[in-house]
């Protein structure tokens, strides 16, 4: 899997962060090397990043964020028919985007490393409530051809555990956007139990077809 970097504006636009949302307690789930942690609390957000990754040390996670930027590029230019440049206008200006958004996070990483907390889905180690927010980019439903059904129910139950509202982005799988092919059974388990779930379309695309989330709260 890979680790990158994507940067604040990205999530503000993937997940339709309003300035009030941010000024909660926000957990980055699957984090990797984004800058958004690091950028939202220089504002005063009380954010928190979790992701497995940081039980690794510093020099490999440059490496690994360093080599995702270079990977993701070529992916693109690879293939054209996948991606809409309407959202950054230029590849350079998604390759200046990433690359600060990485350097941001290494720097924050080592001014405040309380901030990036090693945990995985399904099983985070917060206590029940302890985020206003929950945001995932690019882990549930990207990966969805190796990450199956109940991996993703668990996940998204976990995720609804520690935070009031979940929002998740993409609800599509990475390479060509294909539908989770689990999708309406997903949604049934959700509200059994006894989460609501809606999708809702952003202002952000760049993989085609990937401008919605998926929002879940409590159904009480
Ligand atoms: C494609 S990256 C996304 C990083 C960041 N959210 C972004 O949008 O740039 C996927 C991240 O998910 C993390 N990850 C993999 N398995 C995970 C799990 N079970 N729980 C939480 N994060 C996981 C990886 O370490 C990686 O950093």
Do not use: K
């Not at 990205?10 to 690091?38: H, I, K, P, Q, W």
């Not at 509202?165 to 997903?186: C, I, K, N, S």
């Amino acid at each position: 899997m890979l680790v990158t970097s994507r940067s604040y504006d990205e999530y503000v636009a993937m997940f339709g962060l309003t300035r009030l949302e941010l000024s909660g307690r926000v957990l980055d789930c699957s984090a990797g090397a984004a800058g958004f942690a690091a950028a939202a609390a220089d504002q005063g957000c009380r954010v928190v990043a979790v992701d497995p990754a940081y039980a690794l040390d510093r020099q490999e996670l440059a490496r690994l964020g360093n080599e995702d930027l270079v990977r993701g590029s070529a992916i693109a230019a690879a293939h054209p028919d996948r991606f809409t440049w309407a959202w950054f206008g230029t590849p350079e200006r998604r390759g200046e985007l990433r690359m600060r958004a990485l350097a941001r996070f290494l720097l924050d990483l080592v001014r405040h490393p309380s901030r990036y907390v090693a945990g995985q889905l399904p099983q985070l180690p917060f206590r029940d409530e302890g985020f206003d927010l929950v945001i995932c980019s690019h882990l549930l439903f990207t990966w969805a051809d190796t990450l199956g059904r109940a991996w993703h129910l668990a996940a998204l139950r976990e995720m609804a555990r520690v935070g009031r509202e979940v929002r998740v982005f993409p609800t599509v799988l990475q390479g060509a956007g294909d539908p989770v092919p689990f999708w309406h059974e997903l949604m049934a388990d959700l509200a059994d139990a006894g989460l609501r779930a809606e999708t809702r379309t952003v202002d952000y695309e760049f993989q085609l077809g990937a401008d919605q989330m998926l929002v879940v709260t409590s159904a009480g």
